[in-house]
Nanobody
């Protein structure tokens, strides 16, 4: 099992930036994929971005492409999400999650992830 702890959420004005960080511990080598998901009130959990710890491959949701950047530091066992050009519709609780292997279909599916952090709130004011 992998333990995940998010940090870095907060309140920001539209157009601003925030950087989320996810610290991993436990059996980190058993899980290659780290993903970020978000859930707004009354909405389903949605894929944001993912990265392969082993290969550095990344994938983004269309809604955040060109604004968000996911990056990993294997030495520190952290994965960050740099969020630029934030919009009010980015407001949500953001979760870090891990799954064992990179697959084109499963990487965007929250049900394929078996380890989750507690979430961090991001609020973007207009």
């Amino acid at each position: 099992q992998v333990q995940l702890v998010e940090s870095g959420g907060g309140l920001v004005q539209a157009g601003g930036s925030l950087r989320l960080s996810c610290a991993r511990s436990g059996r980190t080598f058993s899980h290659d994929v780290l993903g970020w998901f978000r859930q707004a009130p009354g909405k389903e959990r949605a894929f944001v971005a993912a990265i392969s710890r082993r290969y550095g491959s990344t994938r983004y949701a269309d809604s955040v492409k060109d604004r968000f950047i996911i990056s990993g530091d294997n030495a520190k066992n952290t994965v960050d999400l740099q969020m630029n050009g934030l919009k009010p519709e980015d407001t949500a609780v953001y979760y870090c999650a891990a799954q064992p292997a990179w697959h084109r279909v499963s990487v965007v599916n929250w049900k394929a992830y078996d380890s989750w952090g507690q979430g961090t709130q991001v609020t973007v004011s207009s």
